[in-house]
Each structure stands twice: as C-alpha cells, then as structure tokens.
C-alpha cells in the first residue's frame, strides 16, 4: 500500500517550492481547524455568537479577541516579551550585565529545548517507515531508554565525563533497541504487527518505569507527590551551553549529528539501502536475496535506539532523574512530526522544530490564555491527515500539479 | 514441487511441536509456579455469595485442598499436550481454552491458599470488565470483516464516554447521553470510513489519525469544559438490573454474576449472539464476508462493495460507542481522563485471538477481563501473591503480545483485510 499520488518527480520543476507546499498548507489548514475548537469551546465567545444576529460586532470582537489571545500568548511562548527583551538587551549594552538577558531569552531559548527530544523520537519513527514499519511505541521507548540512562548516570561514580556521557547514553539507546527489537523480533518471525506490539510494550514499559521508580531505582527519602530517582553523577551530564536559567544543552547539537548520521545510514550505506528496500518493495527485496526478517529487526531495534536517545538526552541534560511522567507524549508526537517531515532526516529535523516551537509556544498558551496543552494533540491528528491525504489539499486550495510527497508505508496483520 | 510440498509439511510439524511444547511448558508452569510456600494442609475457601445483595438460598463456601487441585489441573493440561504432539487436534481453539481455565484456576487456589476468597465476585467482575473488550472487538470484526481495518475503537470509545457524560448532564436525560454515546462513535466512524474508503488513506494511519485527535479532544474539552463547570460531570449510571427487578439478584449464583450487572452488559452479549448469526447466517454476513475476502468478485456479482464497507464501518462505530458508554454510563459515571485506558487494543488482541469471529472474541475477552478483575481483586490477596502489583497490571498486555505472536496456533484474517477498494 502507498500513499504517494503519483511518482513523478513533480519537485524537479516546482523545486523546494513544490517540497514545502503539502506540508505547509496541511499545517496551516490543522491550525485553521483546530481554532474552531479554541473558538466551540470558549463560554464567552458560545454566548457573544448566540447574540450574533441581534449584535454581531460583538460577536466579531469576542471571536477575534479569543483568536487574538490564543495566538498572542502563542507568539509570546515561543519568542518571548518583545517589551522585556529591548529593555535587557539595552540595558545590557549599556553594563554589559548579561543576568537579564538570559532571563529574556529564556523562552527562545526553551524551542530547542524541546525540540531536542522531538529530533530523536522522529528520526525514529522516520527510521520505522523507511523500512514500512509503524513504530508508534516511541514513548514507551523513550522511558526505557530514559531508565536506563538514569541508572547508568547515577550508579557509576568517578568516571570522567568523557566516559561516563556517552557510555550513559548508549545504555538507553542499547535498552531502547532491545525494547523495540522485541516488536521487531515478534514481526519478523511470528508475522505480529507491530502496531499493536509496540502500543502494548508502551504499557508495559509504563508500569516497569512505575515499578523501579517505586522499588529499585526510588530516591530515598524522596516524599514527593511524583516519585522519582536519585540525581545522576555530574559526570554524566549534558553540558549546558549558557548561563543559567537557559536550559539550551549539548544534547541538541548531538541530535542534529545524529540525524546526519541516519541520513548517511539510510542513503549512502548498504544496510540502509536493504532497509529501504524492505520498506519499498518487500517481494522484490526478497527476490534481490535481501532478508526481510533480518531488517525488520534490525530497523526496529534502530528505531528503538533513536527514541531511547531522547529519553536518555532529557535526563542526562534537562532533568539530570527519572522521573515517572517526564516525558509529556514526545513519542506520540513524533508519528506526526515524522509524516510532516515526509520521513526523510532533514524533513524530521524541521518538523522537529516546529513541533517544539509549538509545544513550548503552547504551554504559555495555558498558562496565559487557558487554553489546555492538549491543543497541540487536536492540530497533530490534522496534520497527519492532510498530509496522509494529499488529495484533500489539493482539492481544497485548487492546487494544479501533483503533490508528491514520500511514500509512507504499513501493512495489514499479516505482515 | 515435492520439496515445496517437503518443506511445507516440515514447517506445519515444526508449528505443531511448538504448539504442544507451549502446552507443556503452561502445565510445568502450573507445577512449580503454584506449589511454591504451599503446605499440604493448606485449604482455599472460594466465596459463592455475594455481599451486594441478600440471596435466596445462601450457599456454602467451596473448601478445596490446594495441592492435589493444582496436581489435577497440571494433569489436565499435561495429558492434552502430550496428546496434542503425538495426535495434532485439529483445532486448538478449545485446548487453549481449557490450559487458561486450569492456568487461572490454579492461580486463584494458590492465591486463595489458607485463606478465603469469593469466587462469584471475581467472576461476575471479569463478566463486567471483558465487556468493553467485547464490544470493542465486536466493533473492529464488524469492520475487518468487510476489510477495513480499524485500530481507531480506542479513540472511539474514549469519545463516545465523554460525551455520554457530557450530554447527560447538559440534557438531564440518561438516554439522551446513552444515545449521544453510538452517535459519537458514528461520526468517528464515518471519518474513518471517508478517510479510507474514499480517500484511500492507509487504514492504520487513519485510525492513528482518529485515535489522537480523540485523545487531545477529550483531554482538552476535559481541562476546558470538565474541571472549569463541574456540573457537566455529574455522576451518572444506569440501573443495574436488580435495583430494577430485585427479585433477580436474589437468585443463587446465576444473580450476582448476570443481573448485578449495567444493562450494557447484557447489551453486549445480545449483540454477541446477533452478530455472529447475522455474519454467518444471513444474507448480509455472505455479502460482507465476501467483501472482505475477494472485494473483486463480489463486485462482479454486483455487490456494492462501498456501500458494505460504508455500512459496516458505521455500524462498529455505534458499537465502539456503546463500549464506551460502559465506561462511564455503564461504569463510574464520570469522564475521567484517558480513562479507556487501552482497552480498544485489548480489544485489538482479542478479535484476532478470536480469529475474527464474535464467539471466538468474547472467548478471549473473558480472559482478559478476568487478568484485569483479578488486579482489582488480588489488591486483597497481595501479600499471599507477593508480586508487585505493576507486573499484574502488565499481564494482559503481556498476554495480547504472546497471543498475537500466535504460539497458539496461526488465525486466518479476512483476505482483503487493510486494502482500498479501486473500481475498474
């Protein structure tokens, strides 16, 4: 099955143009559409519409005062003060004090952040598609990895750090892709889809992460309301790269080499092209002696590993624990970022910043407009939609040429 | 051609033998699992009344010596595996049956070990909790069977529990939200059906699409709607069936296990039945079955295979809401956030652990409602289980993965399952 209209490289002509068209109109259309959401459920705009015929300037005001508040504090969240940061930036050429100015970047500061974690859990399901796998079992992976890296981060004392970081975090990337790999495993011997294996390794990994942080693994001590371990060694920390409070790490520019790093393995490397192959055209791929079973394995214990990585970035530096709910649905997310970036490395990289720009964009959104978080969840289901469904696009805004965009495949049951 | 036919006669061996050596392994499981720190003198007393309701005849207890009940149980399954290796049954579907009742029995008397335990209330606990799964499966078989496949019953009945609360409170009519329930799971349904009837999107992705739009759906009208004007969710049930007949909970045994129980239970078995006779045995189920296996052919015989699809696809959707009007309506009462909590892709597991069929369905629902009865239940008994609860809670998980891998023996879906229609 494949999703693509056509094959035609449209992109020759239409170039980064014709790319970007399909990814931006379906973003711009999930926003448009989940603004009616915003607007349904919004008391003071349900009454100034029910008085629209009688008064439908104040109709007009409230809808766009909601609109106007929802995406000002949007803009806010993601950029920051515009009034805050002229002044510390002035104020700062004029003492050269620079304690202010990170207060005022702070929120910018905050997208990478964000989109750290999002870079790897992409690139992981990205991987997943290459080879026609649906890896929906990213979160799940993101707190093995997580639990692994904090292990390894806090029972090893008095390594150097050039030791101890990345031995940390090849132990989540290791407990991730053999986390996932048992999905993979279960596909490629038993034909079990992993659709439903990696939902359900998901809730197994939540209740194993539950269990160490409240037995094995517990803070001593610790009273709080969400259990949590012990801190890990500085050793195995992710540097930060600013003053504080900016919490801007390391973790980001690995996850940027990362995804040059799965670019290089899926296009220029032998294993990669086998993967591809599987994920194109399975028959074929067996007929070209290509093991199917072996790279079902293989591309899912790498999918694993990526998604492992973000759980093991955040803790080694972000939060420096485990901590059960750390992660607010970053492996969720990523099935969408990873169809929005059209599967493709560089496209996941993009998507991954777009989709932490919003995330962190959306938490003032909360906190200043009320409007829950979960709003991001309702533009995502869109954004998969459209971008599954070109032909919806391209209807609606009258697009003559073809949008092409990468295949993304699945199978059935069988496998 | 002969070492085609060699190596196919070889593989199907091999699957036996690994079908008897799981066999083995479940009755050696029961051996050493369930005899540990038993002494021989060691009783179970298994409760056959209810506290709930004041019975007709109160039964006595079910005293039984825990050892030799574990041996015979062990026995049971031991002497089918070795029959199945030397003497394949045929079918398994029934050898599975019987190795989980002995597995669970002799857990719940090892569990029950020196002390008493009531039997009728894990049971008619494990009747209500296999409902949703039923349902949900029965939703998904009514899809599948027609070929589209539909991994979006979580979303649907996620939705459909917030708003059969929701419109409940709103309208103040009980049925009103009952109905708001199919009628959710309806327009769910239709967008699947749009999506990838129409469209011709992947079906896994479309329901993935549905599935998280119903999460953050929910979870925002939930943080919005919910928390800020409490009024909207009010508790909310329907009667059980004794407080409206009171005579029928009187009834020994038969009144605790069906009639202390949410109408929607017994929806749900009605539905059981009328399913499987009209996939099977009506003119309908022919053309749907058709449909889903050679879509071609019965367009030829001039079939509308849209319209099937269409129609079926809905038609899950009204029963993935009424699962989840079990939730809340059927259940608690409240909406409470993600609170199907993955019983949609338990029901996933179930269906296809059922090999698509209704009876086959409700068969592997009822296991996975008694794994989930028994974590409620065994908070009593935890100290004789000594087993932190979170691996209790991972079982049924653990359980859809090791049936979907099929060691029980391979399930046949529906030929076209998960492929577009395209018209010639």
Sequence with gaps: MQIADTDRPMWRWQGALGVLALPALSLFSALVLSSIFILGSDVVVLTALRNGLS????????????????????????????????????????TGDTQGLTVAFYPFAENFVTATPYIFAGLAVALGFQCGLFNIGAEGQIYVGAAAAAFVGYSLEGLPWIVHAPLTFLAGALAGAFWAGIAGFLKATRGAHEVINTMMLNYVAFNLVHYLLNGPMKRGGASGAIPI??????????????????????????????????????????????????GANPHAARCAGISIARNFVLAMALSGALAAMAGAGEVMGVNHNLAEGFSPGYGFDSIALAMLGGGH????????????????????????????????????????????????????????????WQAILTRGWGG | MTTFAQTLARSNFLAQKRRSAFYLLVALAILTLFTREVKPEHMATLGLN?????????????????????????????????????????????????????????????????????????????????????????????????????????????????????????????????????VTGAILAAWHAVLSIQFKVNQIISGTVINIFATGLTNFLNQRIMQEYTQFNNEVTLPYLSQLVPDLGKIPIVGPLLFDQTPIVWLGLILLVVIQVMLFHTRWGLRTRAVGEHPRAADTLGINVFRVRYTNVILGGVVAGLGG??????????????????????????MIFGNWTPTGAFASSLIFGFADALQVKLQILIGQVNIPYEFLLMLPYLVTMIALAGVVGRVQMPAADGQPYEKQ
């Design chain 2, 325 to 350: 009007a079990y939730f809340t309506l059927g259940s608690v009462g409240r909406f409470d956030k993600l609170m199907t909590s993955g019983r949609g892709f338990i029901a996933m597991a179930a």
């Design chain 2, 50 to 182: 209810t506290t709930r309701s004041v019975q007709w005849v109160k039964l006595p207890d079910l005293v039984v010596p825990v050892l030799p009940t574990v041996w015979v149980l062990a026995t049971i399954v031991l002497v089918l595996a070795l029959w199945d290796l030397l003497r394949p049954f045929r079918r398994g579907g029934w050898l599975l049956g019987i190795a989980s009742f002995s597995f669970l029995a002799a857990f719940l008397v090892w569990a029950a070990r020196g002390t008493s335990f009531s039997l009728i209330g894990i049971l008619s606990a494990s009747l209500q909790l296999a409902t949703p799964i039923l349902l949900g499966a029965l939703a998904a078989i009514l899809c599948e069977r027609s070929a589209v496949i539909n991994i979006a019953v979580e979303g649907m009945m996620l939705s459909a529990a917030f708003t059969s609360v929701f419109v409940a409170n709103a309208t103040g009519s009980i049925g009103l939200g009952f109905l708001a329930a199919l």
């Design chain 1, 55 to 94: 008064d439908p300037g104040r109709a007009l005001f409230a809808v766009g005062k909601a609109l106007a508040d929802a995406y000002g504090s949007l803009f806010i969240g993601i950029f920051g003060d515009p009034a805050r940061i002229s002044k510390e930036v002035s104020e700062f050429l004029a």
């Design chain 1, 345 to 404: 490395p560089l496209g996941v990289v993009l998507a991954a910043l777009l989709f932490g720009t919003l995330r962190n964009g959306a938490t003032k959104m909360q906190s200043l407009a009320a409007i829950p978080i979960d709003i991001v969840a309702i533009v995502q289901a869109f954004v998969i939609m459209f971008v599954a469904a070109p032909i919806i696009i391209r209807r609606l805004y009258r697009l003559k040429a073809e949008v092409r």
């Design chain 1, 229 to 278: 371990s012990r801190n890990i060694v500085e050793s195995a920390y992710l540097p930060t790269l600013f003053p504080e409070p900016i919490r801007f790490h390391a973790g980001f520019l690995v996850a940027l080499l990362v995804a040059v790093l799965v670019w290089w393995f899926l296009f220029k490397s032998t294993l990669g092209f086998e993967i591809r192959s599987v």
